[in-house]
């Protein structure tokens, strides 16, 4: 019963450096997405996708990138990471995207950059 | 976009049940009101749900006011692992496409005592 699994768990960067946050679930959810959480600002949606093959940008797109080639997997890519980008970011996923489907999050990627 | 007040910290004691309210008078007709929890850094826990009617879980009870401005999570026996941040939220329409952004605000901190 694993859920929505995320790698790594903690990350250390240098500016100017790229990576790859990983997520996947294995519950058949269509709906997928990536949300950073800041002390006192809440979490904020990056990027989501409806599908395989979909995505789209949250509020706080800007020096991320995503792709969906599998129902499974949701990768979250830094090309050129920045300061502004320590958080700690959670991926969540649900059967639909609309109201009345409850996420389930995984258990986050804490990112250091300096 | 409907917004949530909670008090920022409740007490209660261990076996006893945990009522923590939560106000969002400008909610709209078709938007579902969500409850999740975080212990520590740990990726939000989703809870309960509903849209209008009261609903009933295996981990808690949420009650929705008739005009839906304000609702009640129900810990019916509070344990010490129930010690975490409570978020009540409206799932809300974000402005690129169809995606409904939870905008969790600060949540009100539940501490069970002994």
């Known amino acids: 019963n694993a859920g929505v699994t995320q790698t790594p768990k903690f990350q250390v960067l240098k500016t100017g450096q790229s990576m790859t946050l990983q997520c996947a679930q294995d519950?058949?959810?269509?709906?997928m997405s990536w949300y950073r959480q800041d002390p006192g600002m809440g979490l904020r949606l990056i990027h989501y996708s409806v599908g395989a093959g979909i995505t789209d940008q949250g509020e706080v797109p800007n020096g991320y990138n995503v792709s969906r080639s599998t129902t499974e997997d949701f990768p979250l890519r830094l090309l050129s990471a920045a300061p502004s980008q320590t958080s700690v970011y959670f991926c969540?996923?649900?059967?639909?995207?609309?109201?009345?489907?409850?996420?389930?999050f995984g258990n986050g990627t804490r990112l250091t950059v300096t | 976009d409907a917004k949530t007040t909670q008090p920022p910290s409740m007490d209660c004691a261990e076996g006893r049940a945990a009522n923590l309210p939560c106000n969002h008078s400008?909610?709209?007709?078709?938007?579902?009101v969500y409850w999740y929890r975080q212990i520590h850094s740990q990726g939000p826990q989703y809870i309960i749900h509903?849209?209008?009617n009261n609903e009933t879980n295996e981990m808690a009870s949420l009650i929705i006011t008739e005009d839906r401005k304000s609702s009640t999570l129900i810990l019916p026996h509070a344990t010490l692992r129930d010690t975490a941040v409570y978020y009540c939220?409206?799932?809300?329409?974000?402005?690129?496409?169809?995606?409904?952004?939870?905008?969790f605000g600060s949540g009100t901190q539940l501490t069970v005592l002994p």
């Open positions: 509903g849209l209008k």
């Open positions: 939220i409206v799932r809300v329409r974000i402005s690129s496409g169809s995606a409904r952004q939870l905008t």
């Open positions: 969540a996923s649900s059967y639909g995207g609309a109201d009345g489907s409850p996420l389930h």
């Open positions: 400008t909610i709209s007709g078709n938007e579902y």
């Open positions: 519950m058949n959810h269509e709906y």
